[in-house]
């Protein structure tokens, strides 16, 4: 294994270690300043020269949840290690931002790409993503001058910036249309509106029935939740530009909205999707949605995504929305069984198919056949007058 | 105090960590910063905190967090059940000053105003931390950051010693960025078969080993099922402790008991339907 050459300039290891910490930034760890102080405090209370100790060190000190605290020994080793480089197959660059500039979150769905992929994908993330949104070989331009009836066109001739940002537009109505709920019951609160008689009465006992103690209730809001599985498989890449402006609307509507793409497995994006900075939130997406497309494993997903995001993702107020036009490689039955496990933890599963919408559109996938018992409604996604139909439709859930 | 020397301090006291957990508890000793676990229940998290407080000696204060938990709970309260009666009392002999009806008698200490109050430095375990609400997160984060309470009659009171603070969440809600940020940080997954095996041995040293490596292989197994509840460590324990109070030596052997002794690692009848008696046996077939 090849050992990190820092360049000649940098002043041992707090140089180092700030060309870390703009590492971990980089792959979405929220590390500061305070941060690079602080490990290196912590390096000097452990045997720092032992690799394994420094790296539990660090991997104590500055990760914050379960998924930066698995992909930290990754990135540990990739910056230290020099096998990010190695695995990119970048020239060996003397700098060390540049090595950070690199996101390496993805390398592992690369692994299975040909090199050729490989090299288009990293460009990709680099070079800034233009928004305008056009498929290979398609010319979204072309629709603009059939504006009048752009809103009935199936989606997939639709990739310019306007219906992007209208598919956006769509779904951050429908969010805000399901997060509008309040409870009917009261809940005390310190700053309520009403006065709670039952708890100042209860209170006012000890005190010898002096009201004392103002308690107050208010009615809480209890937000739907939502959480968004889309497909990015092969045969929706047409589709996928245009779902994801949607899912992103989703995301961004709200602080707790989930988000995940999947084809023949699962990632969940919805930090990806949140990232403030426009330009490398586009990059980073448009890597995962078209560094493959591949097969599709509908059930395998709704597994991965079961088993390790469903327990904090899911409860009796979450609407889960499943973009995908059904053609999977998966077996129907297992497929029926984890949407019925799916149903079980949730409020409303709800599928959008963007096959739906077409004429003579009969489920006869034997995916979706499989799965129709489960859902609490399979509507079209075809257009954006269907995506904007569904707020009405989502009223009703 | 070295990593390895922490790792062997808990061993003594029946706790088996990883090298990352003892890693963690150790930097937080040093560092003096709180230690945030997270994890699926029944992992040994809390059992982390009370094994420290062994290992120093010292105080255990627990906190634990529910919905709507607040400020009287958690800090201090006013005692004014007697506040009142030395009212009452002293008006005989001509009344009592409010100063002395705002001291430190009439204070009801709540976990957290203890903890900083205790001459040598306890450990202090704020316990299922997503459970509370987020009003009160932002409030334990002045505490934590500065280890000092103000009480408006008395004014503040600063910490005698800094306590060793371990907060414990399972996923109930996100924790907001601050406090992770102001947290060390370790994760604790269930264990490997070696290692609950050794957990096994450190608590019922009794549990004979064809037992003791049956009861971990089976408990493993089913964590691979599909199980609305996986069965934690503390849940194998049980196990291990029913089977072995009934005098269980090989569970191949005897069906009936493992079957009666369900009752402690399956806590859903969804589970008891996904785990019949051919899945187990199936199970106990592959471990035996």
């Not at chain 1, 739907?224 to 889309?230: G, R, T, Y």
């Not at chain 1, 077409?358 to 499989?370: G, H, K, L, S, T």
């Not at chain 2, 691979?224 to 005098?247: H, Y």
């Not at chain 2, 008991?257 to 785990?275: N, R």
Request: net charge negative; aromatic share 6%.
């Amino acid at each position: 294994m090849q050992i990190t050459r820092f360049p000649s300039r940098a002043e041992g290891l707090a140089d180092r270690m700030a060309g870390f910490m703009a590492h971990l930034r980089m792959n979405g760890l929220s590390v500061g300043v305070r941060e690079t102080g602080d490990a290196l405090a912590a390096l000097s209370e452990v045997e720092a020269c032992d690799i394994l100790e420094a790296r539990e060190a660090l991997s104590v000190l500055l990760t914050g949840d379960a998924d930066s605290w698995r992909k930290f020994d990754e990135l540990f080793d990739a910056y230290w290690f020099n096998a990010g480089k190695q695995r990119q197959g970048v020239a060996n660059s003397t700098h060390v931002k540049v090595q950070s500039a690199r996101p390496l979150m993805w390398q592992e769905h690369f692994e299975d790409a040909s090199a050729g992929q490989e090299d288009s994908a990293g460009e990709d993330a680099l070079t800034p993503d233009t928004g305008d949104g056009e498929a290979e070989g398609q010319d979204g331009r072309l629709m603009a001058t059939k504006t009048d009836n752009l809103t009935r066109r199936d989606l997939r001739e639709l990739m310019d910036e306007d219906s992007l940002r209208e598919a956006e537009a769509a779904a951050t109505r429908l969010a805000r249309a399901m997060r509008d709920r309040r409870s009917r019951r009261s809940k005390q609160a310190l700053r309520g509106r009403e006065l709670d008689m039952r708890r100042i009465q209860r209170a006012s006992l000890a005190r010898g029935g002096e009201p004392l103690e103002l308690h107050r209730k208010a009615r809480p809001p209890r937000p739907l939740q939502i959480v968004a599985l889309c497909d990015v498989s092969g045969s929706m890449t047409v589709y996928s530009r245009v779902f994801l402006a949607f899912l992103k609307g989703l995301v961004n509507s709200d602080t707790r909205t989930d988000a995940y793409l999947f084809h023949t497995r699962l990632m969940r994006v919805t930090d990806a999707m949140r990232d403030h900075d426009t330009l490398r939130a586009a990059g980073r997406l448009s890597l995962m949605a078209e560094g493959f497309g591949g097969g599709t494993d509908i059930a395998g997903s709704l597994e991965t995504f079961l088993n390790s995001y469903g327990a904090k993702a899911l409860n009796g107020r979450t609407v889960v929305i499943i973009l995908s036009d059904g053609y999977c490689t998966s077996d129907a039955t297992v497929l029926g069984d984890q949407l019925a496990r799916l149903k079980k933890r949730s409020r409303r599963v709800v599928w959008l198919n963007p096959l739906k919408g077409w004429q003579d559109y009969a489920p006869v996938a034997a995916a979706i056949r499989a799965a129709e018992p489960h859902l609490d409604a399979h509507l079209p996604a075809n257009t954006l007058q269907a995506l904007a139909a569904l707020e009405q439709e989502f009223a009703k859930l | 105090m070295g990593v390895s020397e922490v790792q062997s301090a808990l061993a003594e006291e029946g706790y088996v960590a990883g090298g990352r957990l003892s890693m963690a508890l150790h930097l937080a000793n040093t560092l003096g910063r709180p230690l945030l676990l997270e994890g699926p229940a029944g992992v040994g998290k809390t059992e982390v905190a009370k094994a420290m407080a062994a290992i120093h000696d010292t105080k255990l204060i627990r906190l634990q967090c529910y919905e709507g938990l607040d400020a009287s709970h958690a800090i201090y309260e006013w005692n004014y059940q007697r506040q009142l009666l030395a009212i009452r009392a002293s008006e005989a002999q001509g009344g009592t000053s409010e100063a002395a009806l705002f001291s430190e008698d009439y204070l009801l200490k709540r976990p957290l105003l203890e903890a900083i109050r205790q001459d040598q430095p306890p450990v202090l375990l704020i316990d299922e931390i997503d459970r509370a609400d987020e009003e009160f997160e932002a409030y334990l984060l002045e505490i934590l950051s500065d280890f000092q309470i103000t009480i408006p009659e008395m004014g503040t009171i600063t910490a005698a010693s800094r306590p060793m603070v371990i907060l414990t969440a399972n996923g109930t809600r996100e924790l907001s960025d601050a406090l992770r940020r102001r947290c060390l940080y370790a994760y604790v997954d269930y264990p490997d078969r070696e290692t609950e095996l050794a957990i096994l041995r450190a608590r019922m040293p009794a549990v004979e080993g064809l037992l003791a490596r049956q009861i971990v292989g089976v408990v493993q197994a089913l964590r691979r099922e599909e199980l609305e509840k996986s069965p934690g460590i503390a849940e194998m324990l049980d196990w291990a402790a029913a089977l072995s109070g009934l005098g269980v030596n090989d569970i191949a052997q005897s069906p009936e008991a493992v079957q009666s002794t369900l009752v402690c690692l399956l806590k859903t009848a969804a589970d008891y339907d996904a785990a019949p008696r051919e899945v187990m046996d199936r199970l106990i077939g592959k471990v035996a």
